[in-house]
């Protein structure tokens, strides 16, 4: 526990403290409940079945944006998934404007080139596109590669990171927020999305071949989107 607060001197107003930029409990008991069954389900999605009608952003929408700790960081908090200020359990201040140290913001990702984004469970062998993915960042250095653990714990993920020698940002969506928002339905999750943020085509449902993972992000790279333009 820490200090009491101390009373500010008499004739001195207290300054009041910025609102968090990353949510801290945003969800009750049962929204949480909630994101526990979906990535539960995403688990055995993955292990017996193929997605049903469920595939990710479709090419042409635009990256949902968000905020989230970075997991070699020490900052707290839920996913901040806001687009306006003020916009409650979203968050206090829209996702792409979250510049706090130790933050992945994809916004600020996607206006610097083209980004490879996995979204993945730390389990079983959905951690194995991580390490494909690292075997293509030298090859393509105008690619923000980004993955994001849902549901995941920065201590286990900061264990893989270093297992796996990865360089690129992963973050840590603690609550599961991106699972809905991306159409989560098998892990891992590859998006491809143009300069800009726009879905440059359809997603990645399973762990891909080397060889597949580098002709998309080829056919990524070589298409133009609206913010080329």
Do not use: W
């Amino acid at each position: 526990m820490g200090k009491p607060e101390q009373a500010p001197p008499p004739g001195r107003p207290s300054k009041p403290s910025p609102p968090p930029v990353l949510q801290t409990a945003r969800y009750g008991r049962y929204v949480a409940l909630l994101a526990i069954v979906i990535v539960a389900l995403i688990t055995v999605n993955t292990i017996v079945t193929k997605p049903n009608g469920v595939a990710g952003l479709a090419p042409g929408e635009r990256l949902v944006p968000f905020a989230v700790p970075l997991a070699s960081s020490t900052l707290e908090g839920d996913a901040n998934v806001a687009t306006r200020y003020h916009q409650g359990e979203a968050g206090p201040v829209p996702a792409c404007d979250v510049h706090e140290g130790g933050a992945l913001n994809i916004c600020q990702l996607y206006e610097r080139g083209p980004v490879v984004l996995a979204l993945f469970i730390d389990g079983g062998s959905c951690t194995q596109v991580l390490s494909t993915m690292q075997s293509l960042v030298s090859s393509f250095p105008a690619v923000r590669f980004v993955a994001v653990a849902i549901k995941g714990e920065r201590g286990p993920v900061r264990r893989l990171i270093r297992a796996r020698h990865l360089t690129f940002p992963v973050g840590l969506d603690k609550d599961g927020a991106l699972a809905a928002l991306y159409k989560l339905a098998t892990c891992p999750q590859v998006t491809f999305a143009l300069r800009g943020g726009v879905v440059q085509s359809r997603a990645l449902l399973s762990s891909p071949s080397p060889a597949t993972l580098r002709r998309r992000v080829a056919e990524l790279v070589a298409a133009k989107g609206p913010a080329d333009r």
